[in-house]
């Protein structure tokens, strides 16, 4: 289990670049156990996201003065469009969640909503993940 959660929690910040569905498929590939294989990647990144958000909303004063406003708040305005599907899409999707969770955190959305997204979109893609691989690959 320590090997999901130490790859996820790497993984799932956003200036570390890391194929975590890969990862989870060369763990199960090895003979990990299916619920150590999610219950450790699932703790491994929610981790990763609080680090994430609270990055983002730190140092959000300081981004302010970087970049335009208006860049900031592209992330936001993608959720307002796109509502709570557009955070599940992105952690259910092997797009950049931890992105838009440290974009979020700049943005100051609201904390609770968006980790029950976070943890909902992760979860569905590892449980698909671990079906896939139960039915075609092991």
């Known amino acids: 289990m320590h090997r999901f959660f130490d790859a996820h929690l790497l993984g799932g910040l956003f200036f570390v670049p890391s194929p975590d569905e890969i990862i ?16 450790g990647a699932i703790l491994g990144y929610m981790i990763a996201q609080v680090i994430n ?15 335009s406003k208006r860049k900031v708040y592209k992330a936001r305005r993608f959720v307002n469009k796109y509502g709570t599907l557009g955070i599940f899409l992105f952690n259910f999707l092997p797009f950049p969640g931890p992105l838009l969770t ?3 955190g700049i943005a100051k959305y609201n904390f609770i909503r968006l980790f029950v997204l976070a943890l909902t979109g992760i979860a569905f893609k590892y449980l698909a993940a671990i079906i896939i691989y139960h039915v075609f690959l092991a």
């Open 53 to 67: 958000y609270y990055a983002g909303n730190k140092i959000s004063p300081l981004v302010m003065h970087v970049i």
């Open 102 to 104: 440290f974009a979020l």
């Open 24 to 39: 989870f498929y060369y763990g199960l590939s090895k003979g990990h156990s299916y619920l150590f294989a999610f219950v």
